[in-house]
């Protein structure tokens, strides 16, 4: 892997290790809402993936019976009998990156991530990041069940244990305090051992610690694996070699050839005694003192050997970068699954006349998905080499490859290969595109070069190009090629040359597209630049458009500031005039020529480095990516629109009342919706003031309005209204509910204020509020009332107030909504936090449960008639949490509040775009017939 590309990967997994847990996790909508027409609930986002899922970095067997691998295309779970999988990945709620698996101490299923731990019992998957208010979990290295009914993890700072409820870090001595751990393993009387990338190892016995130094052990360095005999010997693999203790004594292992000139990878042992041995050229059962080797023979997919695992009947399995061997006997069989990607790094990416798409990776080769199919080519095939940076395609269908080591072009049956010695002026082939007259051009660190059938004629500075190193280009529909340079970007129209330097910049640009009305985009440093052919229009990423501030929220979009360059790689527009963005660390993002909007690894991207982008012929997008391919469509739910007589389409509070009638607020008026006919109150009517901004209904059928001159009555037939006075304290009213004694309670600007029907009473911290700043509340079903303020929730029985916060349970002090279920529980949340109270039991949901909350707008909760909890998004989006699992409807609409009426329907009030209706199945969108 060159420079560059280390470089992108390396920042693609410092985003992955530090933000993937608090990514946003929907298309976020930026700037002002633009108003359509007309108005569809937002098409579902949808990517697929595919993922080579054979390259194995670990594997385990899990309580079933069943084969667990990891690697970069994600986990697969195999069923040895039927030779079935299954596979998951971003979609399923993995990150990516695995680093390890392993079987939990409750019969979990654990992956160790570059970010934390992921938690997969068979139905809900559950993310950890943080093992304390302020302290991350970390890149997790190893997984072990323990003989304590814990689960333990070597991390990349040091050793956790989680019981179940409580995670711990341990550190042998100061020594090794937050140092690396390389291996872990369980030995037969029930100790853990550590492998600490000091060299040192470590023994845990439940008590004590004892320390074995890399000077004790002549390890000479780091272990990389550690394994239990029966005999309760301890195996180690260190650049030392293989090592053995007795419990008393070091032992090194001569090695017979060819082992000892192979790196040795992998130990396992088997029940009858022996030792498994896996390395980067076979693999060794050592017996006592016999050895028996394997290497190079049938039944093997690949000699290099990633991971060993051996079952409870001593049959070895073998995980290679190419899929897994298992040796039963004298007979082989291999599980590979059918994703024929040929490598997860892909970095180029090509649509073929006839619909087929090509992807180059990263040392692999090439792949071709027909649709169904895959197929791969490589140096033995006749590729010029295996690192495909550039793919380009003739419209007769013939394929040019750029690679590090010059160019291919393949016709479908036969390869021809072009190198320095045939006149290219480098061999790095960046980028390749194909002009009008088919002549095909290639970009180069030492200028471009065009090859129009016969001989290659080169182009530099000397001949007008901005600069030599040229890593991107494309051919414009006037037929004149463009050239991103590492000094701006240059125009040649077949005999003149123009260079924009300072005008576009004076960066790098990394890629160029055109879009439909003909303008020109360029992809550089953090930057997004358009020129239309006078003038030139910048979008900074970090600054005016703060789009990696809504794909990284806080409180982690500090570490954009660390991170050189997040790089802009490929551009491609679709048929509905959309400008796509890949970015070399950040995601994908999308302009739709007014809003901006990205996507992330948690909206099923499959992985945040996105390397390249081609638009198939039915217009969807397929993208290239470090960590496979992603196939981005959309499908619409099934939607209708209406236009009513909704009185605005800004709606600011939705209640239900006990008939069922749904009351809007908005503006300009209230609006009510009884399933046949839309009814609007405005001043004229009896409001005190137009702008409604609350409602509640009461348990006696009143309705109650609140807005920023005060409060509004109405009993069905007259209205009466509270306006600013020594009692109300403050005439904005911020909400309003009626608790089920039927008392009003009122929040304010000024404060909180009940109103018995006769007298007005102010509510302080004096006489039992956590805070003056009150926030939210909620009426249990026991009767009592609860408050959220700034600093904590308080309930409030009629006589006294009893307050709660983080201490007591809460996931945050800050609680912005409360809901409450009609049977008894109550919900708090606040944006990253939720937490259920069932009257006796806290239990807290963060972002390292689900990522989703770290956009939810708390002030948009709702009950579901099932008991399912919906959040609106920011940023446009509509989440659900049934208990067990998260469900995110992306659409691209600002949700201001919810509503649940009594016929289990779910309502949706918007910013600007009407009310929306979902029973379940079907999303109804209401607009005033006036807009």
């Known amino acids: 892997m060159n420079a560059r590309r280390t470089t992108l990967f390396r920042i693609s997994l410092l985003f992955v290790m530090f933000a993937a847990a608090a990514c946003r996790c929907t298309a976020c909508g930026l700037g002002e809402p633009s108003e359509p027409g007309p108005l569809t609930v937002s098409p579902q986002s949808v990517f697929t993936n595919y993922t080579n899922a054979n390259h194995v970095v670990g594997m385990t067997l899990d309580t079933h019976g069943d084969l667990w691998t990891v690697g ?14 299954t596979k998951f990945n971003v979609q399923d709620g ?116 004892s320390i074995f130094t890399r000077e004790e052990t002549s390890l000479e360095g780091p ?15 260190s650049p030392a070699g293989l090592r053995s203790y007795d419990g008393s004594s070091w032992r090194k292992i001569d090695l017979p050839d060819p082992l000892a000139e192979s790196e040795l990878t992998a130990l396992a042992a088997a029940p009858d005694g022996g030792l ?77 006349p006839n619909g087929d798409l090509w992807f180059g990776t990263d040392g692999s080769g090439v792949s071709r998905f027909d649709g169904e199919a895959w197929e791969s080519y490589s140096t033995a095939d006749g590729l010029i080499d295996d690192v495909v940076q550039a793919i380009a395609v003739s419209p007769e269908g013939v394929l040019w490859f750029g690679t590090e080591r010059g160019v291919s072009r393949f016709d479908g049956d036969s390869w021809t290969n072009f190198n320095r010695d045939d006149g290219l002026p480098d061999e790095d082939i960046r980028a390749i595109a194909i002009d009008a007259s088919g002549d095909v051009w290639v970009a180069t660190w030492q200028g471009v070069s065009c090859f129009d059938g016969q001989v290659w004629r080169s182009y530099d500075t000397d001949d007008g190009l901005a600069h030599n190193w040229v890593s991107s280009l494309t051919v414009d529909t006037d037929g004149a090629l463009w050239f991103g ?69 806080p409180p982690f979009s500090f570490l954009l500031a660390s991170v050189t360059c997040v790089s802009v790689d490929a551009i491609a527009s679709t048929p509905d005039g959309m400008m796509w963005f ?36 039915d217009g969807s997008l397929w993208l290239g990516t470090m960590s496979g391919v992603s196939h981005y469509t959309t499908h619409s739910w099934e939607t209708s629109e209406q236009r009513v007589g909704l009185i605005d389409n800004q709606i600011q509070a939705l209640a239900s009342d006990s008939q069922g009638a749904v009351w809007m607020g908005t503006p300009w008026g209230v609006t009510r919706f009884d399933g046949m006919e839309w009814t609007s109150y405005t001043s004229d009517d009896g409001l005190w003031a137009d702008d409604v901004e609350s409602i509640t209904a009461a348990p006696n059928g ?51 204020v009940s109103y018995d029907g006769r007298e007005w009473t102010a509510h302080d911290p004096g006489e039992g509020l956590p805070s003056g700043e009150v926030l939210s509340f909620g009426s249990a079903a026991d009767g009592a009332l609860w408050v ?133 199945q079907t999303w109804t969108a209401y607009r005033s017939n006036g807009t």
């Not at 550690?226 to 693999?237: H, I, K, P, S």
């Not at 093997?300 to 051996?310: C, N």
């Not at 994703?339 to 649509?351: E, I, K």
């Not at 008991?867 to 998260?886: E, K």
């Open 72 to 85: 970069d295309g994600g986990a697969v779970r195999w069923n040895l009998t039927e030779r079935s999988y």
């Open 94 to 209: 993995l990150p990516t990156h695995l680093r390890c698996v392993g079987v939990g101490h409750d019969d979990a299923m654990w992956f160790g991530t570059p970010s934390g731990a992921t938690r997969f019992d068979g139905v809900v998957w559950k993310t950890f990041t943080s093992i304390g208010v302020e302290t991350r979990l970390g890149e997790v290295l190893v997984v072990e069940a323990g003989a304590d009914d814990a689960t333990w993890f070597g991390t990349a700072t040091g050793i956790v244990r989680f019981d179940g409820s409580a995670w711990t870090r341990f550190t042998p001595d100061e020594d090794l305090e937050n140092v690396r751990v390389e291996a872990m393993a369980s030995a037969p009387d029930g100790a853990m051992w550590f492998a600490h990338a000091t060299g040192d190892l470590s023994r845990y016995d439940g008590h004590s610690w």
């Open 223 to 237: 272990a990389s694996t550690l394994a239990f005999t029966t005999d309760g010997n301890l195996w180690v693999v």
């Open 276 to 352: 498994w041995i896996g390395t980067q050229n076979g693999a060794a059962f050592l017996d006592d003192a016999t050895w028996t080797l394997l290497h190079t023979g049938p039944g093997w997919i690949d000699d290099g050997v990633s991971a060993l695992i051996v079952d409870g009947q001593g049959i070895p399995l073998f995980g290679t970068a190419r899929g897994v061997s298992r040796l039963e006997g004298d007979r082989w069989t291999q599980f590979i699954t059918d994703d024929g990607l040929a490598g997860n790094q892909v970095l180029s990416t090509a649509v073929a």
């Open 485 to 553: 340079t590492s000094e701006g970007s240059s125009r040649f129209d077949g005999q003149n040359w123009t260079a924009y330097g300072a005008d576009a910049g004076g960066m790098s640009v990394r890629s160029i597209a055109q879009a439909p009305d003909g303008s020109m985009w360029f992809g550089q440093c953090d930057t997004i630049r358009r020129f239309d052919g006078q003038e030139w229009i910048s979008h900074n990423l970090r600054g005016d458009l703060g789009i990696l501030f809504v794909l990284v929220p």
């Open 582 to 617: 890949a970015t070399g660390s950040a995601g994908l993002i999308r302009f739709d020529g007014e809003n901006w909007s990205g996507f992330t690894s948690h909206d099923g991207l499959a992985d945040n480095a996105v390397t390249s982008i081609v638009v198939a012929s």
């Open 702 to 752: 009143d309705l109650w309005f609140g807005g920023w001159t005060g409060l509004t009555q109405f009993d069905g037939q007259r209205w009466t209204t509270y306006a600013h006075n020594e009692a109300l304290q403050g005439q904005q009213v911020e909400a309003v509910t009626v608790s089920p004694d039927g008392c009003l309670w009122v929040i304010t600007n000024e404060g909180l």
């Open 788 to 920: 959220g303020t700034e600093s904590g929730a308080a309930r409030f029985d009629g006589a006294s107030w009893t307050t709660y916060d983080t201490q007591n349970g809460l996931a945050t002090d800050r609680v912005e909504a409360i809901a409450a279920y009609p049977q008894g529980g109550l919900w708090f949340a606040s944006l990253g936090g939720l937490t259920r109270f069932d009257g006796r039991n806290w239990i807290r949901f963060t972002s390292d449960d689900s990522p989703f909350l770290m956009r939810i707008r708390a002030a948009s909760m709702a009950i579901g008639s099932d008991g399912s909890l919906w959040f609106g998004q920011s940023g446009g989006g509509l989440l659900r949490f049934d208990g067990g699992r998260w469900t995110l409807y992306p659409i691209d609409i600002d949700v201001e509040t919810l509503a649940t009426a009594p016929d289990g329907g779910l309502w949706i009030g918007t910013f600007g775009r009407g009310v929306i209706h979902f029973d379940g």
